[in-house]
C-alpha cells in the first residue's frame, strides 16, 4: 500500500480524496498527515500497521460473505427505514 498517495484517489485521478486514514490521523499526530499530504513524504511502514492491515482485510472477507449487494434507493427505502422509537 503507497501511504504517500493520500490526495489521490485509488483510480489515480487528480481530484482531490480523503483517504479514510486522514479522517482520525489527525487526532493523533497532525504534524505526520501535513508531511503526508501536504509535502508528500512517505510513512515507513511498521509491523504494526502490516499486522492492522491484515487483520482489516480479515474482516472485510468475513463481512463481503455476509452483505448483499443493494443501490442507495433501496438502502434509503421506506422499507428498510427503521424507527429508533
Known amino acids: 500500500m503507497n501511504r504517500t498517495s493520500f ?3 485509488p483510480q489515480e485521478k487528480e481530484e ?3 483517504n ?8 493523533w499526530c497532525e504534524l ?3 508531511k503526508q ?3 508528500g513524504q512517505e510513512v515507513p511502514e511498521t509491523e ?3 499486522q492492522g ?8 472477507e468475513e463481512f463481503k460473505k455476509k452483505a448483499v449487494p443493494t443501490t442507495p434507493e433501496e438502502f ?3 422499507e428498510r427505514a427503521r424507527s429508533r422509537e
Open 7 to 9: 490526495n489521490k484517489a
Open 16 to 18: 482531490p480524496w480523503i
Open 20 to 27: 479514510v486514514s486522514m479522517l482520525s490521523s489527525q487526532a
Open 32 to 34: 505526520q498527515l501535513f
Open 37 to 39: 499530504v501536504v509535502e
Open 48 to 50: 504494526e500497521m502490516r
Open 53 to 60: 492491515s491484515q487483520q482489516h482485510a480479515g474482516l472485510y
Open 76 to 78: 434509503f427505502s421506506k
